[in-house]
């Protein structure tokens, strides 16, 4: 699942006309990046929400001529990143599934968390980073999720931050309730409170956030003069 429903409001001026996951670099949808990721790993069946000028984005999903099976469910109101998931159940209805958000741009190797998923079995995977200035942190210990925040009750823990790449059991479902919720707050903490096994994985490859009209300008300028290198099957256009 592809997290694209936000009203873009950061992105100040260029998301008055279009919403922001079809801001474009090199000539392509921000959405396709992520499009791409995903099939690039054999993965068919995408599901994407929608709400800011939803018409837009659902049609431009509707033109991919590919072999992916898309699910778009419209959120008539905003019911944020744990809402959005628990709205698009039946679509969700494998044992587990990746969920991304669509202002990232990253090459991170899908098929490890499947491999991790595999063996260990846990509620979620998270695939984080070291922390960065302006980042919520969360701590680690020993390759899984301890807590939120900057200390967590004197435990020896290693601080990290979360890059918006996850892979969900689907026993999420009965931590998110019906309506508008949160996947750290109403998921991730609660799941944490009971004990549940939550992984997480460090990448220090491509990861590139442009939730901000700051960042995405910047790395689009970056994109675009070939100071950031892509690889080629996330700089496609329409995957035929």
């Known amino acids: 699942m592809i997290l694209a429903a936000g009203l873009g409001t950061r992105m100040k001026e260029l998301t008055e006309s279009v919403p922001k996951p079809l ?6 949808p921000l959405i396709q990046y992520n499009v791409n990721l995903f099939s690039y790993y054999g993965i068919k ?9 939803s018409l837009l984005l659902e049609n431009y999903i509707n033109s991919l001529k590919n072999n992916i099976n898309f699910c778009l469910k419209h959120e008539e109101t905003l019911l944020d990143t744990g809402g959005g998931v628990k709205n698009a159940r ?4 494998s044992e587990y599934f990746f969920l991304i958000n669509s202002d990232i741009i990253t090459d991170y190797p899908l098929s490890d968390l499947f ?3 595999i063996k260990e079995q846990p509620i979620a995977i998270m695939v984080v980073k070291d922390p960065q200035p302006d980042y919520s942190s969360l701590q680690i210990k020993n390759g899984k999720l301890i807590g939120f925040g900057n200390k967590i009750d004197n435990t020896q823990t290693e601080p990290a931050m979360f890059t918006g790449i996850h892979l969900l059991s689907k026993r ?3 931590y998110l309730p019906k309506g508008k919720s949160s996947i750290i707050s109403d998921f991730y903490i609660k799941a944490l409170e ?3 096994k939550i992984l997480t994985i460090k990448y220090d490859g491509l990861w590139l956030d442009l939730g901000t ?6 790395i689009k300028d970056e994109i675009e003069n070939r100071q950031i290198l892509l690889p080629d099957y996330l700089s496609e256009g329409r995957i035929s």
């Open 23 to 28: 801001l474009e670099i090199n000539n392509i």
């Open 194 to 196: 009971k004990g549940e």
């Open 90 to 93: 039946e679509c969700l209805n």
């Open 172 to 174: 999420v479902f009965d």
């Open 213 to 218: 009209r700051e960042k995405y300008l910047k």
């Open 45 to 53: 069946n995408i599901t994407i929400n929608s709400h800011y000028k």
């Open 115 to 117: 491999k991790i998923y």
